[in-house]
């Protein structure tokens, strides 16, 4: 138990709205209703992890994302306002050094409505963050976010590509993360917005097993196992954290029951989430990644109203090779067109589809 927390009944994580524990087949319904025009919304995506909110948000102009927006026929912006830091007034999430009293979320907000554009919010969910030593020092109130290994030290860096500051893999099982997480998605429902959008549940690749007090304590409520005894996972500190590189005397017991109580607590989180931002009047999106693999939470994506699936890899491929085959007649100033329709979903022995 973590020094200064009081006890609280078993299944009970103070700070944290939990589900009921009867639900446990299918995911509960509940009465909202999405707007009909989201069906057929033109949404661009702005991601917060690169200039102008990040590293210098002083360079960001509202007006000239939005008057972008619409040049390019959106009408419907997904705005990330919380990404290595938070671009606003944030109580719980680590704020952007060159804030000081600036809201990015109300500057688009106001902005949006101007030009007639609707705005949904992005937050991370277990993203690493760039909380450095000398940060910490700093802040120590985010000691505890921090991936922790058996020796209870923080472990786990994640370099994004195009920034070489190391950033630190969080702790996405533990009471502290889970209750802040909630309380950013308040503060975003309380701007005048029309959706949230939650980053990669069941994204253990960028976290990883986490040894801390708490965790240590509500895997074994759960499983009735010593989280020790997938200590040889703290090991495995890759970039990301690699579940494909198992130890061969992995203790596949502990793992299994860890995956079951991860996935458990994604469950509870997403629909926290969902009971938050509908009772706010705003729908939930989510990015579903790591759906699709077999560690996940079976079906997340009928929680959220809608999700963004990143098929990267048979774009990537069929965007690179046209590439290049349009290199070759640039010399010649010729024009080379090419095509990326539906037949990019076949790649997974799916038959050619009639539509898109």
Request: glycine residues 8%.
């Amino acid at each position: 138990m973590l020094a200064g927390v009081p006890a609280v009944a078993e299944g009970v994580i103070p700070g944290i709205e939990t589900v009921s524990a009867e639900e446990t087949d299918d995911f509960p319904p509940d009465n909202y209703q999405m707007p009909a025009w989201l069906q057929t919304a033109r949404p661009v995506y702005f991601d917060g992890y690169t200039p102008p909110v990040y590293p210098h948000m002083k360079d960001f102009d509202a007006r000239r994302l939005v008057d972008a927006v619409v040049e390019v026929g959106g009408n419907l912006l997904r705005f990330q306002p919380i990404g290595y830091w938070a671009c606003y007034p944030s109580k719980v999430f680590p704020v952007h050094r060159e804030l000081g009293g600036r809201d990015l979320i109300d500057e688009v907000a106001r902005e949006c409505r101007r030009a007639g554009i609707r705005q949904f919010c992005y937050t991370n969910y277990g993203v690493a963050l760039m909380l450095t030593p000398a940060y910490l020092r700093e802040h120590p109130q985010y000691a505890d976010w921090l991936l922790r290994d058996p020796e209870g030290k923080p472990y786990g860096i994640y370099y994004h590509i195009g920034w070489m500051t190391p950033m630190r893999m969080l702790c996405t099982t533990g009471d502290t993360c889970r209750a802040a997480i909630r309380r950013v998605v308040r503060e975003l429902c309380e701007h005048d917005i029309e959706g949230v959008y939650i980053d990669s549940p069941s994204a253990f690749g960028y976290t990883g097993v986490c040894f801390c007090d708490s965790c240590r304590s509500n895997f074994r409520k759960f499983s009735g196992l010593d989280l020790d005894r997938l200590a040889n996972l703290a090991k495995l500190n890759g970039l990301p954290f690699d579940w494909g590189e198992l130890p061969a005397d992995v203790d596949m017991q502990a793992l299994i029951a860890w995956y079951a109580w991860a996935n458990q607590l994604t469950r509870e989180d997403l629909l926290d989430f969902r009971k938050i931002i509908h009772g706010s009047g705003k729908f939930m999106f989510c990015h579903n990644g790591a759906t699709w693999t077999g560690t996940s939470l079976p079906k997340q994506y009928r929680i959220a109203d809608g999700f963004m699936v990143e098929a990267s890899r048979e774009v990537y491929e069929r965007l690179m090779t046209g590439l290049k085959g349009a290199s070759m007649v640039r010399p010649y100033q010729k024009v080379a067109q090419m095509y990326l329709g539906s037949y990019g979903v076949t790649w997974f022995g799916e038959p050619p589809h009639e539509e898109p």
